[in-house]
Nanobody, 120 residues
Framework: QVQLVESGGGLVQAGGSLRLSCAASGSIFSINAMGWYRQAPGNQREWVASITSGGNTSYADSVKGRFTISRDNAKNTVYLQMNSLKPEDTAVYYC??????????????WGQGTQVNVSS
């Protein structure tokens, strides 16, 4: 089994910054893509950013230029640095990881979610 534990959410004023972390542990042979989604009240979960094992990154247009995703492969951890936060960034942020547990088994795991609140 694999667990993803997130940290770093909280309350911040518009224009401020937060850094989210997500550490994977358990039965891990290797991790391919890692990333973040978010879900605001009444909205569907939306993709925010992702990063491959080789460090290639992708971002949703709504966060491009403000958010930076990174990862530490030695620690099985993905980060999301969020700058210039806006009230519309308020949401529960979920990390995910595409984990290979054995040579034959690969699946996506999710974190429990961390709340980010941006006040105007």
């Amino acid at each position: 089994q694999v667990q993803l534990v997130e940290s770093g959410g909280g309350l911040v004023q518009a224009g401020g910054s937060l850094r989210l972390s997500c550490a994977a542990s358990g039965s891990i042979f290797s991790i391919n893509a890692m990333g973040w989604y978010r879900q605001a009240p009444g909205n569907q979960r939306e993709w925010v950013a992702s990063i491959t094992s080789g460090g290639n990154t992708s971002y949703a247009d709504s966060v491009k230029g403000r958010f930076t995703i990174s990862r530490d492969n030695a620690k099985n951890t993905v980060y999301l640095q969020m700058n210039s936060l806006k009230p519309e960034d308020t949401a529960v942020y979920y990390c995910y990881a595409n984990v290979r547990s054995t040579v034959w088994v690969m699946r996506v795991y999710w974190g429990q979610g961390t709340q980010v609140n941006v006040s105007s």
